[in-house]
């Protein structure tokens, strides 16, 4: 959803924090408001932290996947099972149905600067 806001704009010791978190909110509630009743399995993409192609740093990682569950699980979206793996690195597994879940991976952790 941030795509080239962290790489053009970004100051080099704070990053784009302000920006992507308002492209993210706003770029959120369009889809949800644009498709009611239609699933959407949000991922964490190279440009959706605050600097390019990073990880959120260990003293921002509560704060971001906090942020970000809450824009892309909004109300009863979420459930208990998603939040705790959510929260804690960025991925979840989603159950569709009785014969189809689906694994959403943090891909950002494969990043060899990560």
Same mark, same amino acid.
């Given at each position: 959803?941030?795509?080239?806001?962290?790489?053009?704009?970004? %100051?080099?010791?704070?990053?784009?924090?302000?920006?992507?978190?308002?492209?993210?909110?706003?770029?959120?509630?369009?889809?949800?408001?644009?498709?009611?009743?239609?699933?959407?399995?949000?991922?964490?993409?190279?440009?959706?932290? #605050?600097?390019?192609?990073?990880?959120?740093? %260990?003293? %921002?990682?509560?704060?971001?996947?906090?942020?970000?569950?809450?824009? #892309?699980?909004?109300?009863?979206?979420?459930?208990?099972?998603?939040?705790?793996?959510?929260?804690?690195?960025?991925?979840?597994?989603?159950?569709?149905?009785?014969?189809?879940?689906?694994?959403?991976?943090?891909?950002?952790?494969?990043?060899?600067?990560?």
């Amino acid at each position: 959803m941030g795509h080239k806001v962290s790489t053009d704009t970004a %100051d080099l010791t704070t990053g784009n924090k302000d920006v992507l978190k308002g492209i993210i909110s706003n770029t959120s509630a369009m889809l949800y408001a644009t498709f009611p009743g239609v699933m959407i399995v949000p991922t964490i993409g190279n440009n959706d932290y #605050w600097f390019h192609d990073q990880s959120p740093y %260990d003293s %921002d990682k509560a704060e971001y996947y906090a942020f970000l569950y809450d824009q #892309w699980f909004p109300g009863s979206l979420g459930s208990d099972i998603i939040k705790e793996t959510f929260l804690y690195g960025g991925y979840y597994r989603l159950d569709y149905n009785e014969k189809l879940s689906i694994l959403d991976m943090n891909t950002m952790y494969y990043n060899d600067a990560n």
